[in-house]
């Protein structure tokens, strides 16, 4: 029976790696997927789907007004029967597309793996990862480790010099130079201005099979 997975996390926990040995995987045993990535996210290119250390795909980029249950159907009608749907930075679905992956596993029996953040820089729920919570049939907590030695459950943006940012928009995107993984109790210090963070370099990207 097909579901909706939910895979959260910091940031650096691999996510993205996950999703990618996913798809390889599906791929491997001749069965095809759909790759979903925000559009707003360039970081590795347009319409690439890339992890830190070093795997990336293709994928089919979306808007927050685009109608995901309709990109699948348009998938299926152009290329056949589709196994899978993977969906990278989950966090910034809407509330409609959160449900319209219900539809897709619900009405299209196709199952989706969704991968994304849960909270933002502030602590608080995005949209996406709020529903997701809401509605996906399984959760499941990718893990990674703060400076300090604890899991990091929470995210700090920060700017050059590892000071953490407290104001601007939820969504601004970045890599290891903007954003770091820490505890709860870390957070609380760094949010308050008791310390800072080191800040991390980019791993550059390889090539894997992906959408085309």
């Not at 929470?154 to 928009?169: F, N, Q, S, W």
């Amino acid at each position: 029976m097909a579901k909706l997975y939910f895979y959260y996390s910091a940031m650096n926990a691999g996510k993205t790696t996950t999703l990618l040995q996913s798809a390889y995987n599906y791929h491997e045993r001749g069965m095809r997927t759909l790759l979903l990535t925000p559009q707003l996210d360039t970081r590795a290119g347009e319409g690439v789907v890339a992890s830190r250390i070093g795997l990336r795909a293709n994928a089919r980029r979306f808007t927050r007004e685009d109608d995901l249950l309709a990109i699948a159907r348009e998938d299926i009608a152009r290329r056949d029967k589709l196994d899978c749907v993977l969906v990278d930075e989950a966090q910034f679905l809407s509330k409609a597309q959160v449900w319209q992956l219900t539809d897709v596993v619900d009405v299209l029996g196709i199952p989706v793996l969704a991968y994304g953040l849960r909270s933002d820089f502030r602590g608080e729920l995005f949209e996406g990862s709020q529903y997701l919570l809401a509605w996906a049939d399984n959760l499941i907590e990718i893990k990674t480790i703060c400076h300090t030695g604890r899991k990091a459950t929470m995210v700090v943006r920060v700017d050059e010099h590892g000071r953490a940012v407290t104001d601007g928009p939820q969504v601004e995107i970045g890599g290891n130079d903007r954003y770091v993984s820490v505890s709860r109790a870390e957070f609380k210090k760094i949010m308050s201005g008791e310390g800072r963070v080191e800040l991390q370099q980019t791993v550059l990207p390889l090539d894997l099979p992906g959408e085309s």
